[in-house]
């Protein structure tokens, strides 16, 4: 396979078309899925799932694949949806937000299929994920599921639980809409809601200067906060007994939140003291037929 190319001017969306792109592909999910690569669809996979309804969508720099995305049509008994099984970026290509344009694409190509919904699952403690499916895309999380994929750990993780958040996007939305055409999100609105929310999960730093869990309640008033790690792999180098820690905690927090009718509407990174942490945002559901309040600033 041919190298990539240069800085590219722009990328090429389309579907995977040929045998090696699907190759590529398939080598392209092992690179960026890691340690996870268990995870990856094989070639001959996505072939099939582009034949029977699905969508295997590529950026393309050049003739390069750069990036891809992995779906397939799912159905609950009442929704027929796009089930997205991953969205993968070659690491050159990470700082072009090409992730958030895959999307993007994905979303115009289940539009154009006759759907009004895609969904996907990420590690909650990831904080990209989180960012890129709440924060800048507008899915929102309904579900927690707790190992759902078993063990997936390897050497430099182990009795790693693999823990998914399930989020369902509704691509039609106005503020799906507006969150894809609209400016960043604003920074000092995102930090005041946080400090006015109440904490899901308490933290403190430890002797190493990581953050770490010490206290789950319930969530109260109009807005809570769920915390995670700003950055997973730091915590696994630094502070690995705590990352089990994490995964309890953070789960523990959700399952309290969603017992009480809380539900995530935003993902915010924010400085505090001098410290970038991370945070999920909930509200309060609206009840059925209720029109939403708007997020507390």
């Known amino acids: 396979m041919a190298g990539p190319p240069g800085r590219p001017s722009d990328f090429l969306f389309r579907p995977l078309r040929k045998p090696e792109e699907y ?35 590529g950026a393309f720099a050049d003739i390069y694949v750069a990036g891809v995305a992995v ?24 700082n ?6 895959l999307l993007a694409y994905l979303r115009d190509e289940v539009l154009r299929l006759g759907l009004g919904e895609a969904r996907w699952s990420f590690d909650p403690l990831h904080h990209p994920s989180a960012s890129l499916s709440v924060r800048r895309l507008g899915a929102r999380p309904d579900r927690y599921l707790a190992n759902y994929f078993g063990d997936l750990a390897g050497a430099d993780r182990p009795h790693e639980e693999s ?17 894809l055409a609209g400016p960043p999100p604003d ?29 789950v309640g319930e969530p109260s ?40 009718g ?20 909930l509200r309060p559901a609206p009840s059925p037929g209720a029109a939403p309040d708007p997020p507390p600033s």
């Open 23 to 57: 190759r590529h592909a398939e080598e392209l999910e092992r690179e960026a899925l890691g340690p996870e690569a268990a995870l990856a669809v094989p070639a001959p996979l996505l072939r099939s799932l582009q034949d029977q309804g699905g969508l295997v969508l």
């Open 71 to 94: 779906a397939s049509l799912g159905w609950d008994g009442t929704t027929l949806f796009q089930q997205v099984h991953l969205a993968a970026v070659r690491p050159e290509y990470q």
């Open 96 to 101: 072009h937000r090409l992730g958030p344009r």
């Open 163 to 179: 823990d998914r958040l399930h989020v369902r996007w509704a691509l039609a939305d106005p503020e799906v809409e507006r969150r």
């Open 187 to 215: 920074a000092s609105a995102e930090r005041t809601r946080v400090e006015r929310s109440s904490a899901v999960l308490e933290t403190e730093a430890a002797e190493s200067g990581l953050r770490v869990p010490t206290a």
């Open 221 to 260: 008033g109009a807005s809570a906060s769920v915390e995670i790690p700003f950055d997973l792999q730091t915590v696994r180098t630094h502070e690995a007994a705590s990352v089990r820690r994490w995964r309890h905690a953070v789960r523990d927090a959700f399952r309290a939140a969603f017992d009480v």
């Open 262 to 281: 809380y539900a995530v509407d935003d993902f915010a990174v924010v400085p505090i003291e001098h410290e970038r942490r991370a945070f999920y945002l």
